[in-house]
């Protein structure tokens, strides 16, 4: 009966203070987050008052991560991961090797910590929060952009090396199986073996398996055995990951939402899903509060503000300079380093390892916790910084202008480009849902394609369509796709704020230009008319047109 009213207790104080603080800093103009951060402070043990039950909101914060990453995993697909490959793998391993020597070397010889507590800090300042990234990205609706797909394989990559470090740890502390070093090639060719056996079963197996239970439950007819068994799958197969495979749980969510995509219930798993995802997701930033003991700051004031600088300055400038090596633009860069700028869960879960085999100091996790309160109530500020930021830079350095500007196969169109396709042509920008469906039904009329993903361009030259890799808001962008010539402007992409002046840029290069822009709201089509654009359309009255013209045709 007491174990229960903790529960109900804690649950009741932090979902109450994460409203009220959550709301004060949205009329504040803060992140919610912040408010859900300072609620976990206050019902932590290091703060007067009401003390919560750590342990058990960690463990149902835990829930969150797995129900936010089996969503994710619903809109995403193997071909999603495998089109950023090319920089997640070879960025995440660098950036996380960079990140981990600049904490080490720190600890190391600043503090005069050993090598072995020195490495396992660094490491923990090198790995983000799945939580804090994929909020972030959804937030801003960055999540199905390119940039988003490269930050959330990277993110993929990070759990991996994640999974290996946790079991190598014990081994390499003389804490492992046999306690004996020469069992580290064994256990590291035990843990990719498991690694790959959980992938190849999720991704043979989980594709029939799962579409089959939840198709079955769907023929109930029941909404709540619906939901119970999305959750079920998400969680159940996401501890039967870490158990059978050793694999992280968010890492198994992952998979079983990205194998579930296939199946024709993908949509409505993610939306039943989502009420309980939010709800769980707000428990993790209480319980990173718990955490906090805000003494660290008196006691030890500069090796928190070190903490913090490695993960907001030194993740950031590692993982912007590996992009931008990497042949990818400036803004990409900026967003993929500000996405990754913060620690959480994984960071907690090797600091507690490292405390519990005797590895680390005792301050060492409360220097992590406070790197990660840090950082995570400053993530959203970073994020607003990022196009503000991309254009002080482009405007103010040379060396910047030259690297957006450099020589790219894919920023300009081919040599063999037939002139036909560029005399009266339609430039479409951004090739999405919407953008994919118009150029099928443009059939023969001449269309230059521009969209910032470089994957999406690769693929459309494959084809052989024109295609030009780029911002549409730059003037550059619109010259390659020949705007000059062209009849239409049609922006389909989500966020329209850049209309205004890749319209002006356009109409000043090709004042007899039409345009034609998607708007979301009605908010956005009267603001859009006023810019000056031809046709704004509605996605909903474009549907019930479409409806009421094929009722009409079948009419009597």
Do not use: C
């Not at 490959?85 to 005069?112: C, D, F, N, S």
């Not at 030259?402 to 042509?425: H, I, K, M, N, V």
């Amino acid at each position: 009966m007491h174990e229960n009213m903790t529960l109900i207790s804690t649950l009741a104080a932090a979902f109450g203070l994460a409203l009220v603080l959550g709301l004060l800093a949205q009329w504040a103009r803060l992140p919610a987050l912040v408010g859900y951060l300072l609620a976990g402070v206050l019902i932590g043990p290091h703060t007067p008052g009401f003390v919560g039950d750590v342990h058990l909101a960690q463990q149902l914060s835990e829930v969150g991560v797995m129900l936010l990453m089996f969503g994710v995993g619903l809109h995403f697909s193997v071909g999603d991961l495998m089109s950023v490959k090319g920089i997640a793998l070879p960025g995440a391993l660098v950036q996380m090797a960079a990140a981990t020597a600049m904490g080490a070397a720190m600890a190391h010889w600043w503090w005069g910590w050993d090598l072995g507590a020195a490495l396992i800090f660094g490491l923990a300042l090198s790995v983000a929060s799945t939580v804090v990234l994929l909020r972030a990205l959804e937030s801003r609706e960055l999540l199905h952009t390119g940039n988003g797909r490269i930050a959330v394989g990277w993110l993929v990559v990070e759990d991996l090396a994640m999974v290996l470090a946790l079991v190598l740890i014990p081994v390499l502390g003389g804490q492992g199986d046999g306690g004996a070093q020469g069992n580290l090639a064994v256990t590291i060719i035990t843990t990719l073996l498991a690694v790959t056996a959980f992938v190849a079963v999720m991704l043979i197996a989980g594709r029939r398996l799962l579409p089959w239970m939840l198709w079955q439950v769907n023929r109930t007819g029941s909404r709540e055995l619906f939901t119970l068994a999305t959750v079920a799958a998400a969680i159940g197969l996401a501890v039967g990951a870490a158990a059978l495979f050793g694999v992280s749980v968010a890492l198994g969510a992952f998979f079983a939402g990205l194998v579930l995509r296939e199946s024709a219930f993908s949509e409505r798993a993610a939306h039943e899903s989502l009420p309980l995802r939010d709800a769980f997701a707000v428990l993790f930033f209480v319980a990173v509060g718990m955490l906090f003991d805000p003494l660290i700051l008196i006691e030890r004031p500069m090796a928190v503000l070190a903490t913090v600088a490695v993960i907001l300055v030194g993740k950031t400038v590692a993982a912007a300079v590996l992009v931008i090596l990497l042949k990818y633009p400036l803004s990409t860069a900026l967003t993929v380093a500000v996405s990754l700028a913060q620690i959480g869960e994984f960071s907690f879960i090797l600091m507690g390892l490292g405390a519990n085999l005797k590895l680390v100091p005792p301050e060492a996790t409360s220097l992590v916790v406070a790197g990660a309160i840090v950082s995570i109530a400053l993530n959203p500020v970073l994020f607003a910084g990022v196009e503000p930021l991309r254009r002080w830079v482009l405007k103010r350095s040379t060396w910047a202008r030259q690297l957006e500007a450099r020589d790219d196969p894919l920023a300009e169109l081919p040599a063999d480009t037939p002139e036909s396709a560029l005399a009266g042509q339609i430039v479409l920008v951004g090739h999405g849902s919407i953008g994919a469906a118009l150029l099928e039904r443009l059939g023969a009329r001449p269309v230059v394609v521009v969209d910032s993903e470089r994957d999406i361009v690769e693929r459309l030259r494959a084809a052989g369509q024109a295609a030009v890799l780029g911002e549409a808001a730059e003037a550059m962008t619109l010259v390659q796709a020949h705007i000059a010539q062209a009849a239409w402007l049609v922006v389909t992409v989500t966020d329209v704020r850049g209309v205004p002046a890749m319209l002006a840029i356009a109409q000043q290069l090709n004042p007899a230009l039409k345009s034609a822009v998607v708007a979301r709201t009605d908010e956005e089509a009267h603001w859009l008319r006023d810019m000056g654009v031809t046709r704004v359309l509605r996605a909903h009255a474009a549907l019930a047109d479409a409806l009421a013209h094929a009722v009409s045709a079948e009419a009597p």
